[in-house]
């Protein structure tokens, strides 16, 4: 029963890791899209200023009458406090939107983070099973020695039966007999105990051969987990880089 606990946890552990990761994937994906946008839409915003520049030069170059000169700095006036006041709502929210999406990259695990816990895992996964393995040998040097143990009480039980009879049995006829009937007893429980003994092995390979199947699935997560980390962590990368880029 502690075997099966063992491995029920190993494999728990492995698959706690893989769930706290993969919300950690969809997090990252939505970070990096919403930081997309924003820089999106800022380098837009960057190109549209240039051209307003330009316009506004030609319309002061190419001007010739103070009135129109005036109607039309006023209304560029107009435009541009329009255009600011909006430009500040629009900053406003943008700088809400970037502290909360700020506050979500920190609660993310940096990549020095990933690495200690992956660490930390197969440390913890190496201790499991080393302490598996020797509980495994353990219980089988129990149960091989008390098989043991057994087959020797038995086979005294038998010699001392047999040194009991024997006297008996060679000075009479119904002696001779009993002792016959006693061997054939001792044949009979011997052939059960070999029949149950089959079935325990047969039972014991249907377990060993569960216990391999389970091994391998649990392989197979364990890979499946190291694949989710290191892609976990070109992705921690590359938001490092983005993220850099940005501030830059």
């Known amino acids: 029963m502690d075997e099966q606990n063992l491995e029920r946890t190993s494999m728990e552990e492995a698959n706690i890791a ?12 939505d970070l990096q899209t919403k930081e ?15 051209a307003e520049i330009s316009k506004l030069e ?19 006036l107009s435009n541009a406090l329009e255009k600011l006041n909006s430009a500040k709502i629009e900053l406003a929210s943008k700088l809400r939107t970037t502290l909360h999406l700020k506050r979500q990259l920190d ?23 080393e302490k598996l ?4 040998k353990y219980y089988a040097t129990y149960n091989a020695l008390l098989e043991i143990k057994e087959l020797m009480l038995k086979e005294t039980s038998l010699l001392n039966s047999i040194s009991s009879q024997f006297q008996d049995a060679i000075t ?3 002696g001779r007999m009993k002792l016959i009937d006693s061997m054939e007893g001792i044949l009979k429980g011997t ?16 377990t060993s051969d569960a216990i391999k199947e389970r091994y391998v699935e649990a392989v197979a997560g ?27």
């Open 36 to 50: 997309s946008d924003i820089c999106s839409s800022f380098k837009a915003k960057k190109s549209e200023l240039p």
């Open 172 to 174: 009479s006829t119904a």
């Open 18 to 29: 893989r769930q706290r990761l993969a919300p950690l994937f969809e997090l990252l994906e």
């Open 107 to 129: 609660s993310v695990p940096t990549q020095t983070e990933l690495i200690q816990y992956e660490r930390r895992f197969t440390e913890l996964d190496a201790h499991i099973q």
């Open 133 to 136: 393995r020797r509980t495994r």
């Open 58 to 76: 030609e319309k002061l170059l190419s001007g010739n009458e103070e009135t129109k000169l005036s109607n039309c700095l006023d209304q560029s």
């Open 191 to 206: 052939q059960q105990k070999l029949e149950k003994v089959e079935i325990g092995l047969r039972s014991e390979q249907k």
């Open 222 to 248: 364990q890979r499946q987990c190291s694949v989710l980390l290191k892609a976990f962590q070109e992705e921690c990368a590359k938001n490092e880089r983005l993220r850099s880029q940005t501030q830059g």
